[in-house]
């Protein structure tokens, strides 16, 4: 199945996910989306994932995080930059998501960073999706 925007279409199945409370999704592989799913996990959203192979092609089994009263760690997600209106942002435009307490996801010329990486060293770049 082609997609017009995976990114989007990787925070829609986490979102949906978060809402019937399951363990896990699968998610069609990419290099980039397995980036940010490694930043999610650096940052304490999901517990974890791994990549596994069918017979046609590679998937991403992503294990969510909840809490010990059976809530979702991930507050909120949001898609930033959409195809038909890419959002780049200047290293003085950044600013913290929610003061600090979620998580950007910029795209750089050095890789995907977070926003608190690209405030430290002075970087810009697309800004890709916010997480809480």
Same mark, same amino acid.
């Given at each position: 199945?082609?997609?017009?925007?995976?990114?989007?279409?990787?925070?829609?199945?986490?979102?949906?996910?978060?809402?019937?409370?399951?363990?896990?999704? !699968?998610?069609?592989?990419? %290099?980039?989306?397995?980036?940010?799913? *490694?930043?999610?996990? +650096? *940052?304490? @959203?999901?517990?974890? @994932?791994?990549?596994?192979?069918?017979?046609?092609? %590679? +998937?991403? /089994?992503?294990?969510? %995080? @909840?809490?010990?009263?059976?809530?979702?760690?991930?507050? &909120?997600?949001?898609? $930033?930059? /959409?195809?038909?209106?890419?959002?780049?942002?200047?290293? =003085?435009?950044?600013?913290? $998501?929610?003061?600090?307490? &979620?998580?950007?996801? $910029?795209?750089?010329?050095?890789?995907? %960073?977070? /926003? =608190?990486?690209?405030?430290?060293?002075?970087? &810009?770049? *697309?800004? !890709?999706?916010?997480?809480?």
């Amino acid at each position: 199945m082609n997609t017009t925007d995976p990114i989007a279409d990787l925070l829609t199945r986490i979102r949906n996910i978060m809402i019937v409370k399951r363990d896990e999704v !699968i998610i069609p592989y990419s %290099k980039m989306k397995e980036r940010i799913l *490694e930043i999610f996990k +650096n *940052e304490g @959203y999901i517990k974890s @994932y791994r990549i596994t192979t069918d017979q046609f092609r %590679k +998937n991403l /089994v992503v294990y969510l %995080k @909840y809490t010990h009263d059976g809530s979702s760690v991930i507050r &909120g997600l949001e898609k $930033v930059s /959409v195809p038909g209106r890419r959002l780049y942002v200047k290293p =003085k435009n950044i600013r913290p $998501v929610l003061g600090g307490v &979620g998580t950007g996801v $910029v795209s750089t010329s050095s890789g995907l %960073k977070t /926003v =608190k990486h690209c405030i430290r060293e002075n970087i &810009g770049g *697309e800004y !890709i999706c916010k997480i809480w």
